[in-house]
């Protein structure tokens, strides 16, 4: 089922430490505003899940540079049902994630329990992506097979950066909560 | 700062005397030797020397943020490596090579391209007109270690942290995502992007060798005697004498308040001429310039070196000059003996 979602620029006044909250205060507005989510199961196959967004300037390469910042996608899921979403869990609830580089070619796997605690990983070997940029849209196609937490709650929160507006870390667009796939 | 940090047991520190910097830069390639030879640093100078008044390195790092001159945060840049620190350059080595007398085909060495900014390219070029009131003087710049360091609040994933031994600033390069906030945050633009590994990296104050009781590489090579290490409580080192017996040597930019540990004597100067050639009194540095660097401390700073010079000129005894001069130079130094454990 397709569904089109509206981000918002996740709040930057919660970032840890002193400096994100206050330089980047004015960062209200989403650089990616929507995103089109397309979620299927197979049972065998697992997850196929689709996302377009518009991307007028794409960065797929931040080699030999020291100020360029890749696009970037991720899928989160919570791995205990009341896991909040915008902190990206918190202590004792934690959620999990597939980040995929715009200047990479395998995804990582992302484990959190709160702003600041992420720890990233190579992504398992059932997961993979397959990018494509043409005319200004991204289409992004994640094939993830297994993952438990999203098979038991069927929920997904959306977060995309964008390259070429210093998108990373907590600057980035999101969904305005948990999305329901089931 | 938000992040709540502890107060180290004790801060490990440095005084440069600004009036004995030869611009040699011997201590930049001690520096780079030791730690950044590899490719994602190759632009990176932990500590680099610049020509003031100059545009500095990264160039005008002190326009492009991090604190405001009221020590409020403000949002800073990530230098550009092309325009503002300078990708190193390649040269034009296997056309060189190939050079071959005898059919007379001669290449010289040189950079592949037509650079046009790198570190240190105003070098000596300074200000004012010869002969009234030229001048120019070398700044050195590392890290400065702060008590509150501008870095160490911008990272979200506190990869950055102040060691409760020393109070050296490090990043825990493993925990680090590259997401450079830190570099954007310190007004003295001393942390770099290590664009292969993609993770932040900084001066780590010879680490290693200050727990075996050796001073920084920069310090140790220095031919002008410049540079003291010490403890910054330790009323028998030179750090304490000269910063807060004497009061001679003051912090860059003390406005941004991140309680630099890296302190400087500031410059003094000869006088200007007149159209005549006649000496006027004031020195070719103004001091206005300097306040600018140096804050408001500097005329006091200054006014006691040339007191205590012109004691020493009349043959009168002064501590003062006795530790600049640097007889020894083992005495500017002053760390504890090893406290690594060697495994
Ligand atoms: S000078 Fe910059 S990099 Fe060094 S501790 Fe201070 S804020 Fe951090
Ligand atoms: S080694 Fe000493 S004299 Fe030479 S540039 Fe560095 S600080 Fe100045």
Redesign the pocket.
């Known amino acids: 089922m397709k569904q089109t979602l509206q981000l918002i620029a996740a709040p930057t006044v919660m970032q840890p430490g002193g400096y994100v909250p206050e330089a980047y205060k004015d960062r209200t507005q989403a650089s990616t505003p929507t995103v089109e989510l397309t979620a299927e199961k197979a049972a065998a196959r697992g997850w196929r899940i689709e996302l377009q967004w518009a991307c007028p300037q794409p960065v797929s390469s931040i080699a030999n540079e020291t100020d360029l910042f890749p696009d970037a996608a991720a899928l989160m899921v919570p791995v205990v049902a009341d896991a909040p979403w915008i902190t990206m869990g918190q202590e004792d609830k934690p959620v999990e994630a597939a980040l995929w580089r715009a200047d990479r070619e395998a995804l990582y796997q992302l484990q959190a329990e709160g702003l600041g605690t992420m720890h990233r990983n190579d992504a398992p070997a059932g997961w993979s992506a397959q990018s494509q940029w043409a005319d200004g849209v991204y289409r992004l196609v994640f094939q993830l097979k297994p993952w438990a937490a999203l098979d038991q709650h069927g929920l997904l929160g959306i977060a995309l950066w964008r390259g070429a507006e210093s998108d990373r870390g907590g600057l980035k667009s999101v969904s305005s909560g948990w999305v329901s796939v089931s | 700062m938000k992040y709540a940090i502890e107060k180290p047991a004790r801060q490990v520190a440095m005084v440069m005397d600004l009036n004995k910097c030869l611009g040699c830069q011997t201590c930049t390639v001690a520096c780079k030797k030791m730690w950044n030879t590899d490719g994602g640093t190759d632009y990176s100078y932990w500590n680099n020397v610049e020509t003031l008044p100059g545009k500095g390195f990264p160039k005008q790092w002190d326009e492009i943020g991090?604190r405001t001159d009221q020590g409020a945060v403000k949002r800073g840049k990530i230098p550009n490596l092309d325009s503002e620190y300078g990708r190193a350059w390649s040269f034009n080595h296997k056309a060189v090579i190939a050079t071959d007398a005898a059919s007379g085909k001669k290449e010289w060495l040189k950079p592949k391209g037509k650079p046009d900014w790198g570190p240190n390219w105003d070098e000596d070029e300074g200000t004012g007109t010869y002969p009234e009131d030229n001048h120019y003087f070398y700044m050195p710049r590392?890290?400065?270690?702060?008590t509150?360091?501008?870095?160490?609040?911008?990272c979200p994933r506190q990869s950055?942290y102040?060691r409760e031994q020393d109070g050296i600033?490090l990043v825990d390069q493993d925990k680090c995502h590259g997401y450079r906030f830190?570099v954007e945050?310190?007004?003295?633009?001393?942390?770099y992007y290590d664009y292969q590994r993609q993770v932040a990296a900084?001066?780590i104050f010879c680490m290693p060798r200050i727990e075996e009781g050796v001073a920084p590489a920069c310090a140790r090579q220095c031919p002008g005697r410049l540079r003291f290490v010490g403890y910054r409580e330790d009323q028998e080192g030179p750090i304490w004498k000269l910063v807060d017996k004497w009061k001679v040597a003051i912090p860059l930019h003390p406005e941004y308040g991140?309680g630099?540990n890296?302190f400087y004597v500031p410059p003094m100067s000869p006088e200007k001429f007149d159209s005549q050639g006649n000496g006027t009194g004031e020195p070719r540095i103004p001091t206005a310039y300097l306040e600018q660097l140096f804050g408001p401390d500097v005329h006091k700073a200054l006014a006691t070196v040339n007191a205590e010079r012109d004691k020493r000129k009349r043959g009168e005894p002064s501590e003062l000059m006795d530790i600049l001069v640097a007889y020894d130079w083992n005495e500017n130094f002053k760390l504890d003996g090893a406290v690594r454990e060697v495994i």
């Open positions: 991090g590392l890290c400065n270690h702060c509150e360091p501008a870095c160490l609040d911008a950055i102040k600033v830190c945050a310190c007004p003295y633009k001393k942390v900084k001066c991140l630099a890296v």
